[in-house]
């Protein structure tokens, strides 16, 4: 039976040469070099979609965005090559969709993320490369699991009916990123969910730019009005972008553009 996530078309060792890591034997420290080198190595960010060009969320499309030419994506695009990648390399792997936000705070929206959960040895683990501000390890799929990221404390709650939190330490205390449920994920569930991020009026990837990474000792997300910069132990800097500025993010986080594209991009921007 054809695999349908297709993950023999990945160009694997094109992929692991971007990320800088070897090809290896699954193991807990193997899969915590890629997760960590991935996040590293791409950026989040909906371009694509606010340019209106995004090739989909096939892997040979995935593929070509992030090992062809070394550009990010958002949440579907980076679980579906970390996942296609960790199945070539002989890891047992899940995908699953979730919500992001808080019910409690009245922020939850629809079944539109995508996680990658990898049992190794027995144990679940929640790998998340693709969200606004990702993991840079894979963490404990048990309720309570916390995880030291580099100085950003996380945790893992079980929210029961099957569904997993997964909360981040922020200055007001844990704030609930998302949930993620254990239905069955197959290929046309993420091309409907990204059918919707990517199209419908008024959706948040289409009014607004976002583009982020993890840098040295930083965390850095650029919108289309503001720039934010999280370091460990400090208070979160948040303040507008100023004119002109844009341009100079897009370097300093390594944003592969063409220059019909970035000046696309710009001019999308300006007119937010």
Known sequence: MADPWEIDRLDLA??????????????????DELHEAHVRAFTFDNVDVLLEQHPGVGIEAVQ?????????????????????????????????LGRVGDPAAGTQQGRS????????????????????MSLLRPIPMTDGAESDQDGWPYRVVSTGDGLWGLQRFREAGWELAH????YEVKPIDVVM??????????????????????LPGRHVMVTHRTVTVRRP????????????????????????????????????????
Do not use: N, Q
């Open 14 to 31: 094109g992929y692991l040469k971007r990320l800088g890591v070897p090809e290896r034997e699954p193991s807990r420290e193997a899969l």
């Open 64 to 96: 070509g965005k992030f090992a062809g030419l070394g550009r990010g994506g958002y949440c579907f695009e980076h679980a579906t090559v970390v996942a296609a990648a960790l199945e070539r390399l002989g890891y047992d792997v899940r995908r699953h």
């Open 113 to 132: 993320h995508m996680v990658v959960e990898v049992v190794l040895d027995g144990e679940r683990l929640l790998c998340d490369p693709g969200f606004g």
């Open 179 to 182: 949930t993620t449920d254990e």
């Open 193 to 214: 969910a990204h059918h919707y991020t990517s199209t419908f009026p008024g959706i948040h990837f289409l009014t607004g730019l976002m583009v982020g990474k993890h």
């Open 233 to 272: 132990g400090e208070a979160t800097e948040h303040r507008p972008l100023r004119d002109g500025e844009l341009a100079e993010w897009l370097r300093v986080l390594e944003v592969p553009l063409t220059t019909d594209e970035e000046s696309r991009l710009l001019a999308r921007v300006a007119a937010l």
